[in-house]
């Protein structure tokens, strides 16, 4: 870890610890994984149907989308640092108001204030774009994704654990700990980073269709928004085919959404070693290629006969490492297309991304049910691996014209 710090390190300012960077990541996931367990738990205790708690997570995650759209701008113009503490400011305080709250919609008010922790994960990739090249940035955006990829394996075992012991508000006075904690340690260690703001919304706005209109970012957000979706998709549909089709138990079913973390932590991990090597564009088609045909490779096996749930959880596997190799270099790129904008090309791609996984876990739902479910989910998650490869054609496309 302190070899990867020595990296960040630049002549002009203070460098970030990669170690504060991970955690804001890391934290940003937990805010929506951790207390899922006790999602029942909590229905019972307000009182209240499944479905209308369950607004804690789908509520929560359009919000969190929205908020990456101001987020990002805001950054560019009035900095990194003040944006990123104001954000966890309001995520501790909101922290607080769940863990506290006795009525159903004073809780998802507070809820939906902890968005602003999402900050955490925009912002930790223009830190790192603004202080690294393009190679070098998805370098270390794979050495963070390693690390953080851990976050919704162990997220939803500490939340069970704690719900199980000491009630859902437990995991909430967790959430303030952390966000208390994760602002000393913005405050002492996280300097600013974006050393040539926009002077004015009236600039930035001036400046922003300059990178909408620009065609190469959205090919890099196209090969992002696909290549999440398919990790949703997953998500989406692993329990319904898990116990429709193979019989799963819950506790079986939870280890197997793990297979999809592991795959995605190794290509983190080889992302980090590699990117020098190969360079960026390379490791991303490596990637699509893993995420296309892993899933078509589980899909022939079944055919042929092996109907067996650890060929499909190899299948996604195979889209777990290809979006190992493909996020970090997929992220460094959209942010590279004009770097002024850095935070609001992270926070532009990163709402899509959230936008568009959550209409794969809506498809894959509605569609993997019966018999054939299982070919159902890892057919659209081979279908939304490969529009993410034909994104990176485009993007190598317009790169030989430029």
Request: hydrophobic letters at 55%; charged letters at 10%; a positive charge.
């Amino acid at each position: 870890m302190q070899h990867e710090s020595s990296a960040l390190a630049t002549p002009e300012r203070h460098q970030p610890k990669m170690l504060t960077l991970i955690l804001l990541t890391g934290l940003s996931v937990l805010s929506l994984n951790m207390f899922l367990p006790s999602l029942a738990q909590m229905a019972t205790g307000f009182d209240v149907s499944y479905g209308l708690i369950s607004l804690a997570v789908g509520g929560y995650m359009l919000v969190s989308a929205a908020l990456q759209l101001v987020i990002g701008p805001l950054s560019d113009v009035y900095g990194r640092r003040p944006v990123l503490l104001i954000g966890l400011v309001v995520f501790t305080g909101a922290s607080l108001g769940c863990y506290l709250s006795e009525n159903i919609w004073v809780f998802l008010t507070f809820r939906m204030l902890q968005g602003a922790v999402i900050g955490g994960m925009v912002l930790s990739r223009a830190i790192v774009r603004d202080i690294a090249r393009p190679e070098e940035a998805a370098r270390l955006l794979g050495v963070i994704g390693t690390a953080m990829a851990l976050a919704p394996l162990l997220g939803p075992m500490l939340g069970g654990l704690l719900g199980e012991q000491f009630g859902w508000r437990a995991n909430f006075a967790l959430y303030g700990f952390m966000g208390v904690v994760m602002t000393v340690i913005c405050w002492r260690d996280l300097s600013e980073t974006n050393l040539q703001p926009t002077a004015s919304f009236t600039e930035q706005f001036r400046a922003y269709p300059d990178l909408v209109r620009d065609r190469l970012f959205w090919a890099y957000t196209a090969c992002l928004v696909f290549s999440v979706g398919a990790f949703y998709a997953f998500l989406g549909g692993v329990a319904l085919v898990g116990e429709g089709v193979f019989g799963l138990s819950p506790s079986q079913i939870g280890i197997g959404m793990g297979s999809i973390s592991s795959g995605f932590m190794l290509g983190n991990f080889l992302t980090g070693r590699l990117s020098r090597r190969l360079g960026m564009l390379k490791l991303i088609l490596l990637g699509r290629v893993f995420g296309t045909f892993g899933p078509l490779a589980a899909m022939v096996l079944m055919s042929l006969g092996l109907m067996n749930v650890w060929v499909m959880f190899a299948g996604a596997i195979f889209v777990g490492l290809g979006n190992g190799l493909t996020l970090p270099g997929a992220n460094a790129g959209v942010m590279s297309v004009n770097p002024r904008l850095a935070g609001s090309a992270s926070g532009l791609s990163g709402a899509l991304s959230v936008l568009g996984g959550a209409g794969a876990a809506a498809l894959t739902g509605a569609l993997a049910s019966g018999d054939r479910g299982a070919y159902v989910l890892l057919g659209v998650m081979a279908l939304t691996s490969a529009a993410s490869l034909a994104s990176v054609l485009w993007i190598k496309a317009l790169e030989r014209a430029q």
